[in-house]
């Protein structure tokens, strides 16, 4: 117990339960311990006269489904008394070979295809997604996917959330391609940005995206930013601040620190770039407890960045 809640704990339940002959009681999520960060354990003990067709039955590891089992009913339009044992395996088979089931949350998320192929579920649609695309999705959208054959997919999902609601016209759900190779003729000074989406958000005054292409020994001065920006680097190198990064290396630096880039490479850089434009009343929020921090770079392989799912899931 030690090992699942720590050294606190706090006993603030218990009840004796009698079952008679022939009683159900339905399949059903506890509703003390549905949300996994509460740090909630439930022990059953069986006391009399239990033995395997009497007994607790429980589906092993579905507390990380992300799902109870009222919202998957509720999804599928399955009455609580009509859900049958063979119903919570199929869903229980269901979870187990996607990433999720249908399911929606507060955050605004992109997340970028690198290896693979999936399919991405909303409502009765499918839509492919292949290796190269990215997907946006707005908060509170619904949604799923999962892979379309045996060779794993690797994705990077970006998340993030504010308590400010921006309000006018928002960036609907939207699938977006990588612009294909740039010839270093079409390119500025070897440097050539792409706009790819910008617009308002629920969280964001404006998000925007673009892809750049740096040719080689190419680069820009180190500047200072009023905003949040992500980059990942798709294929080549790029350096910045004296570190190189490679294909599927992710770069952070927060809004006012300094950064620039170069490509130190032999072959062309080619990489997505992300600025998250907070509102005033969240960027007060978020920097009043705040103190600036150094430029972070993410240099983590693929394996550590990344959501992989597939046959082994």
Known sequence: MVELLGEDVILWGASIRDRSPGDVHPWHSDIESLDPSGKIVSVWIGLEH?????????????????????????????????????????????????????????EEELKVLLTGEVDLIFG??????????????????????????????NYLTFKWHTDSTETGEQLPFRIFDIPDDVEESESNEGFRPQLLFEGRTACLRKFHGHFSTLMPGAGYDPHVDAHDGAIVVLEGEVETVGERVGP???????AGELHGFRNPGAAIARYLVLEFQAGQNALETSHSHVRPVRLQRVKTRLKQLLHRFGKRM
Not at 86 to 92: G, N, P
């Open 50 to 106: 239990t033995r395997r067709d009497s007994s607790l039955l429980i589906v092993p590891y579905s507390h990380r489904f992300g799902l109870t089992v009222q919202q998957i009913r509720s999804q599928l339009g399955k009455r609580r008394e009509e859900t049958t044992n063979d119903d919570i395996v199929s869903w229980a088979r269901d979870r187990n070979e996607r990433s999720h089931l249908l399911h929606t949350h507060r």
């Open 248 to 254: 599927h290396g992710v770069i952070f630096h927060p």
């Open 124 to 153: 009765d649609e499918r839509r492919r997604l292949k290796a190269g695309q990215f997907v946006y999705y707005p908060a509170e959208f619904a949604h799923t996917l999962e892979t379309v054959n045996e060779t794993p997919a």
